[in-house]
């Protein structure tokens, strides 16, 4: 549910493509969550080579994130 550009939709031919902004939104949350994952090296290089160790890392990660946003906040 990428939105098209002007040209494109100019082009486009056949049934025409509509936005649901809702579901662009979730995406683009998921995306930044991912992207973000992807910037801590022993997630993005998967240092731990079994899925259940990865697991927990991954979880580590995603807390340590939350803790960081929270005392941003206070």
């Not at 509509?18 to 991912?34: F, M, Q």
């Not at 290089?45 to 340590?64: D, P, Q, S, W, Y």
Request: proline residues 3%; contains cysteine; aromatic residues 6%.
């Amino acid at each position: 549910m990428i939105p098209q550009r002007a040209d494109e939709i100019e082009r486009h031919r056949g049934r025409p493509i509509k936005l649901d902004r809702e579901e662009y939104r979730r995406r683009s949350v998921i995306e930044c969550c991912v992207g973000w994952l992807k910037e801590c090296r022993r997630i993005a290089t998967r240092f731990e080579k079994l899925a259940v160790n990865f697991l927990a890392m991954t979880k580590l990660a995603i807390i340590g994130r939350y803790l960081r946003r929270l005392a941003d906040r206070a």
